[in-house]
């Protein structure tokens, strides 16, 4: 008798479209259960007062990244309370979301995770809808462009670019470099403390940037044409070096694509790395770094820059991915607390407290963490 009330149950027409939450997995069950609530909350939150909206958007958040497609969709649309909040909750969530990817990519591709991919993800910060696929297909064109150019220089043919490109490095990088300033790649010496200067999209349309962002423009027509190429981070600027190999062994050429991808030579790398006070260590200064490094580092710029400017919301976006990146330094979880408990955010703040102390329970962090913790239960213990 309970089963045939069971199978009456589920021939009974559901009161949503979509998949029947009774027939998945848990996993699966769950996240359906999630967005239908997004969905609701976003329709509630049309019609009432500012405060209610406010609850809406707490819960929405506790909902997580699952919530973005909903969010998105809210977004584009003509409700406008209900586009408003999406707009400013799709900002508070896609950090998660941009972390999220940029781990997976490392870990899936691992030595061949291609930066520039990265440095993309990271300008959905600033550009939540940003066109990931079309900003890749630019770096392709141009990178079709780059080969297009070198080759014709060269007199060799297209389909040969990579035996010639290993046969030739040297005349490959010099004439990169010649195409890199034909384009009118520079460094941005006039507005250097500009967010856009770290964005892949607007380095791409604006032809300017950054040390390290131009370099992973660099980096990626610099692949594209098959040379060997790696990112390595001076003290206070960034460079590209590129491996050639030929009959006589292994060297190196020193690129500094501010510089209008210009060679750059030992003396200068010295000169840079003593005038910022660190004496000059060739094996170490000029040692390759990871992908992983680089978009940390370009974090950590981003970083700089909106505490600089008081922004501390975009300051607790750009650490939520600097978390992602070094999931075991306590430093990015310690930083976002602090700038969470500044817009009131003291759950949040002493969830971030917690996982730092357990990451580094009897180093300095993590102490500074516990006590930080503690001075909050003083100050409100209801909360």
Request: glycine content about 8%.
């Amino acid at each position: 008798m309970q089963c045939r009330r069971t199978n009456l149950l589920m021939a009974e027409p559901l009161p949503f479209t979509g998949p029947d939450p009774r027939q998945l997995s848990a996993g699966e069950g769950e996240l359906f259960r999630r967005r239908t609530r997004v969905a609701t909350l976003l329709d509630l939150a049309e019609n009432v007062d500012a405060e209610r909206r406010a609850e809406i958007a707490r819960e929405i958040i506790s909902l997580g990244e699952c919530a973005l497609p909903a969010l998105n969709r809210a977004a584009a649309g003509r409700r406008e309370n209900a586009a408003a909040l999406s707009r400013s909750l799709v900002r508070m969530l896609i950090p998660d979301e941009i972390g999220r990817e940029i781990i997976v990519g490392l870990a899936r591709e691992r030595q061949n995770y291609r930066v520039e991919n990265g440095a993309i993800q990271l300008a959905r910060l600033s550009y939540p809808t940003l066109p990931v696929l079309r900003v890749v297909r630019d770096l392709d064109e141009l990178g079709k462009r780059a080969g297009e150019n070198v080759c014709s220089a060269l007199g060799v043919p297209r389909k040969d670019i990579k035996r010639a490109a290993a046969a030739q490095p040297g005349h490959f990088v010099r004439l990169l470099g010649e195409f890199w300033r034909e384009e009118g790649f520079h460094g941005n010496t006039e507005n250097y403390y500009n967010d856009r200067n770290s964005y892949l999209p607007d380095v791409l349309e604006r032809k300017t940037g950054l040390p390290i962002a131009l370099s992973v423009v660099y980096l990626a027509l610099a692949r594209r044409l098959f040379l060997c190429a790696d990112g390595i981070g001076l003290p206070g600027h960034f460079i590209v070096r590129v491996t050639m190999t030929d009959k006589d062994g292994e060297r190196y050429a020193l690129v500094d694509p501010f510089d209008g991808a210009r060679p750059i030579g030992l003396d200068e790398c010295r000169r840079r790395v003593e005038a910022v006070g660190h004496p000059f260590i060739p094996e170490n200064h000029l040692k390759p770094v990871t992908a992983r490094e680089i978009l940390a580092r370009m974090c950590n710029n981003l970083l700089a820059l909106f505490d600089n400017q008081k922004k501390t919301l975009e300051a607790e976006r750009v650490v939520t991915v600097l978390a992602y990146l070094q999931p075991s330094d306590p430093i990015p979880l310690l930083l976002r607390a602090e700038r969470r408990l500044r817009r009131g955010d003291r759950k949040g703040a002493r969830a971030d407290f917690e996982r730092a102390n357990a990451l580094d329970p009897n180093g300095p962090i993590g102490r500074t963490a516990l006590e930080l913790m503690i001075r909050m239960g003083y100050e409100n213990p209801f909360a």
